[in-house]
């Protein structure tokens, strides 16, 4: 069966330092989106991809965070300087049409010392 | 602020019997609802989408749907301790962002 795969799946970092989340979603899925869940709280929408485009961001998605498809396969989110409060599981999902239903990769765990 | 409401919990439920989870929402625009599932510490894992009013069942499951009362449930019948997780019930709207309920914790004893 067809599944989401995330890399790292788990990850520390200093805080002030960049890094990249990566993801490679289902193949014949066209849309692609990441999500962040902090320990014990919500999961939260940062940001949905569509046609090599940001289609909708959050508030959360300010300028220090950004995303890209380098090639045909990958899906990356990019955070240019990490916060504390940037430690987070962070999901990417990816689906088949605008609205429809969305497919969750295992998530990386970010710490940010 | 679109919201999406869900009773924390725990919600016990001996095993065998029919587990009845619930979700209000905010936003009369919502078009697509959906129940994942996340053990702790892994991603959610989807169960149930429904997109019309009504009842919707796949197995075990079934959601229900009330777009008047902005309502939505997720019934699961002859639970299993494997069922012991956390509901999520997710929402989109107008611009598919999914809008996340805080979840049902769920403990299904033996």
């Known amino acids: 069966e067809p599944e989401v795969t995330q890399t790292p799946s788990h990850q520390v970092t200093q805080m002030g330092q960049e890094v990249i989340l990566r993801c490679v979603p289902i193949?014949?899925?066209?849309?692609f989106y990441w999500y962040r869940q902090i320990l014990g709280q919500k999961v939260e929408f940062l940001v949905s991809?569509?046609?090599?485009?940001?289609?909708?961001k959050s508030e959360i998605f300010d300028d220090q965070f950004s995303v890209e498809r380098p090639d045909g396969s990958n899906f990356t989110l990019k955070i240019r300087s990490t916060k504390l409060e940037d430690s987070a599981m962070y999901f990417c999902?990816?689906?088949?049409?605008?609205?429809?239903?969305?497919?969750f990769g295992p998530g990386t765990r970010l710490t940010v010392t | 602020q679109k919201e999406v409401e869900q009773n924390s919990g725990p919600l016990s439920v001996p095993e065998g019997a029919i587990a009845s989870l619930n979700c209000t929402y905010s936003?009369?625009?919502?078009?697509?609802f959906f129940w994942y599932r996340q053990y702790s510490g892994k991603s959610p894992e989807l169960i149930m989408s429904i997109y019309s009013n009504g009842d919707k069942e796949d197995g075990r499951f079934t959601a229900q749907l009330n777009k008047a009362s902005q309502y939505v449930s997720l019934l699961i019948r002859d639970s299993q301790p494997s069922d012991s997780a956390t509901y999520l019930c997710a929402v989109s709207g107008s611009n598919y962002q999914l809008i996340w309920g805080a979840g049902t914790k769920l403990i299904i004893k033996p």
């Open positions: 936003d009369r625009g919502s078009q697509s």
């Open positions: 999902a990816s689906s088949e049409a605008e609205g429809s239903e969305q497919y």
């Open positions: 193949s014949n899925h066209l849309y």
């Open positions: 991809f569509y046609n090599n485009e940001i289609s909708e």
